[in-house]
């Protein structure tokens, strides 16, 4: 089975500044991989994802994600964040053959930007 | 607009009582899915349903069931086996199981009392 780890439960960042959110999964095949962002109270919207290809993907907002194989790992990064990017940012991990019925989510990031 | 509601968005029960939840969606979506999100955790699938008629249990499927007798809506019922129901619970859909993007209502905050 999968598993995903988002090692920060809280990251605060200035407005302007550049952010990197980590994540880590496990799985023994190529993964699947996304970026979800939460605002509060909300639901999830997917940010980017990762399936095959060129290990640097580009998303909405301005966010990338970098897929290092050989690091396990799947980083969100964004050069200048701004006040609104302050949000819950998820991180899951989806199976390959397999739908979303498989698809495990990290515990999240909680991102606090100050002025 | 297309998109999927949730409603209530605030649900207040009393032990012992069964709620059911709200999920529509004008997408034209075959799959749909209900998810729980506690604090400090990641979210988990309660139940999903492939296609009009037709669901499966998710990893915490107990004390819930579901119904899929429209393509458009997919109820959530939390009935009193459910130990500790107080959560967030999340409504998704897909194109179909293995569409790569899933679209999530609003969610509706669930206290038990």
């Known amino acids: 089975a999968q598993s995903v780890t988002q090692p920060d439960i809280h990251i605060t960042v200035s407005e302007g500044a550049s952010l990197e959110l980590r994540c880590n999964y496990s799985y023994g095949a190529t993964p699947y991989l996304f970026w979800y962002v939460q605002s509060p109270g909300q639901g999830l919207q997917l940010l980017l994802k990762y399936f095959s290809g060129d290990t640097l993907v580009q998303g909405i907002k301005g966010f990338e994600a970098e897929f290092k194989r050989s690091q396990s790992s799947f980083n969100l990064r964004k050069p200048s964040v701004h006040w609104s990017d302050a949000a819950e940012y998820f991180c899951a991990v989806g199976a390959y053959n397999f739908g979303n019925e498989k698809l495990t989510f990290g515990t999240g990031t909680r991102l606090t930007i100050i002025p | 607009d297309g998109g999927i509601t949730q409603s209530p968005k605030y649900l207040f029960r009393k032990e012992g009582q069964n709620v059911t939840l709200s999920c529509e969606q004008n997408?034209?979506?075959?799959?749909m899915y209900w998810y729980r999100q506690d604090p400090g955790q990641g979210l988990r699938l309660i139940y999903y349903?492939?296609?009009?008629?037709?669901?499966q249990k998710g990893d915490i499927a107990e004390g819930y069931s579901v119904s899929r007798e429209k393509k458009e809506s997919f109820p959530l019922t939390v009935t009193s086996a459910q130990k500790n129901p107080t959560a967030f619970y999340l409504c998704?859909?897909?194109?179909?199981?293995?569409?790569?993007?899933?679209?999530f209502g609003p969610g509706t905050r669930l206290t038990v009392l």
């Open positions: 997408l034209n979506h075959d799959a």
């Open positions: 998704a859909s897909s194109i179909e199981l293995a569409s790569d993007t899933q679209y």
């Open positions: 349903s492939q296609i009009v008629n037709d669901f």
